[in-house]
């Protein structure tokens, strides 16, 4: 659908809406409204217009520039260039705006856990809501999929969440290749030295030292890589060893503790409850 009433919106620019199903509501990430807009200096989109308090707007805001600049003023003021990716929570006060020529995709998006992912992305990235993904991040490509998908009407609901999935996980984790990870990388080198001395006393300095990065340099890459961090990757696989010794052996859950590692029964079990929602005991008692 051309759009042909937004001040600073160019007439070649196009809007397309989408209703989502009870089913998609409940189980999908959806779009309510996409768009591949053409800017010039006058688009001013502020959050006490009519638009904004439709049901369709408020909700998630991505939007991946093409050209020019688009700038944002929510709880911090940025900007997003030529192939950076913005991404907004429209439930919050917010406002878009040009000064010159820009091009953008963008889509307003929710799902079950939509508000989840917004949070971790911005965590992950020091809160900051503009990024630059990597060239093999494919957001570009699902965002115009997403587009043509409403332009022609044959999108299904399912693919649609799909690839907005794949978007989101392309921001949360932006190192993370498309493919596996080379074999001489430094974080599956890290990864095979942890795996052989998962149940030794081994620091992020150690095993930062061991690829030659810094320890600061290392976590962000290993986290940015695996979705973990180094020490929740390790915690995590000690876990699933103890429960397989649970399962399997009849040691006490001392000597469990010190084998995978822990030098406290008492922090072992707190770890293990935390992670699982069960102690040792009653880990064990309903997998007999």
């Given at each position: 659908m051309?759009v042909?009433?937004?001040?600073?919106?160019?007439?070649r620019s196009?809007?397309f809406?989408s209703?989502?199903?009870?089913t998609?509501r409940?189980?999908f990430?959806?779009?309510?409204?996409v768009?591949?807009y053409?800017?010039?200096g006058r688009?001013?989109?502020l959050?006490?217009?009519?638009v904004?308090?439709q049901?369709s707007?408020k909700n998630?805001?991505?939007a991946?520039?093409?050209?020019?600049?688009l700038?944002?003023?929510t709880?911090?003021t940025?900007?997003?260039?030529?192939g950076?990716v913005a991404l907004i929570?429209?439930?919050k006060p917010?406002r878009?705006?040009t000064?010159?020529a820009?091009e953008a995709?963008?889509?307003?998006?929710?799902g079950?856990?939509?508000?989840?992912f917004?949070?971790?992305?911005?965590?992950?990235?020091?809160g900051r809501?503009?990024f630059?993904?990597?060239?093999d991040?494919?957001?570009e490509?699902e965002?115009a999929q997403?587009i043509?998908?409403?332009?022609s009407?044959?999108?299904?609901?399912?693919?649609c969440?799909q690839r907005?999935?794949?978007?989101?996980?392309?921001?949360?984790?932006?190192?993370a290749?498309a493919?596996?990870?080379?074999?001489?990388s430094a974080i599956?080198?890290a990864v095979q030295?942890?795996?052989?001395?998962?149940f030794e006393?081994?620091?992020v300095?150690?095993?930062?030292s061991l690829?030659?990065?810094s320890?600061?340099h290392?976590?962000?890459?290993?986290?940015?890589t695996?979705?973990?961090s180094?020490?929740?990757?390790i915690?995590?696989?000690?876990?699933?060893?103890?429960k397989?010794?649970l399962?399997?052996?009849?040691?006490s859950v001392?000597?469990?503790?010190?084998r995978?590692?822990y030098h406290?029964e008492?922090?072992f079990?707190?770890?293990?409850?935390?992670?699982t929602?069960?102690s040792?005991?009653?880990?064990?008692?309903?997998?007999l």
């Amino acid at each position: 659908m051309k759009v042909t009433n937004e001040p600073g919106v160019l007439s070649r620019s196009e809007r397309f809406f989408s209703t989502p199903s009870a089913t998609a509501r409940s189980l999908f990430f959806y779009v309510t409204r996409v768009g591949h807009y053409y800017y010039d200096g006058r688009y001013n989109f502020l959050d006490s217009c009519d638009v904004a308090k439709q049901e369709s707007h408020k909700n998630f805001f991505l939007a991946y520039v093409r050209a020019g600049t688009l700038y944002f003023q929510t709880a911090q003021t940025f900007s997003a260039e030529r192939g950076q990716v913005a991404l907004i929570d429209c439930h919050k006060p917010h406002r878009f705006y040009t000064t010159g020529a820009a091009e953008a995709m963008w889509m307003h998006f929710d799902g079950s856990n939509a508000a989840a992912f917004f949070q971790h992305i911005l965590a992950f990235r020091g809160g900051r809501q503009t990024f630059t993904p990597p060239p093999d991040s494919r957001i570009e490509q699902e965002m115009a999929q997403i587009i043509a998908g409403l332009r022609s009407t044959h999108s299904s609901e399912v693919d649609c969440s799909q690839r907005i999935y794949r978007i989101l996980c392309a921001l949360l984790f932006p190192h993370a290749p498309a493919h596996a990870v080379q074999a001489d990388s430094a974080i599956t080198r890290a990864v095979q030295y942890i795996d052989a001395h998962l149940f030794e006393a081994i620091s992020v300095r150690q095993i930062a030292s061991l690829v030659n990065l810094s320890p600061s340099h290392f976590s962000r890459l290993f986290r940015s890589t695996t979705g973990f961090s180094p020490h929740e990757y390790i915690m995590l696989h000690r876990i699933d060893e103890a429960k397989a010794l649970l399962q399997s052996t009849e040691l006490s859950v001392k000597e469990i503790a010190f084998r995978v590692g822990y030098h406290s029964e008492v922090n072992f079990i707190m770890a293990f409850t935390d992670k699982t929602g069960l102690s040792p005991t009653q880990f064990r008692k309903n997998t007999l």
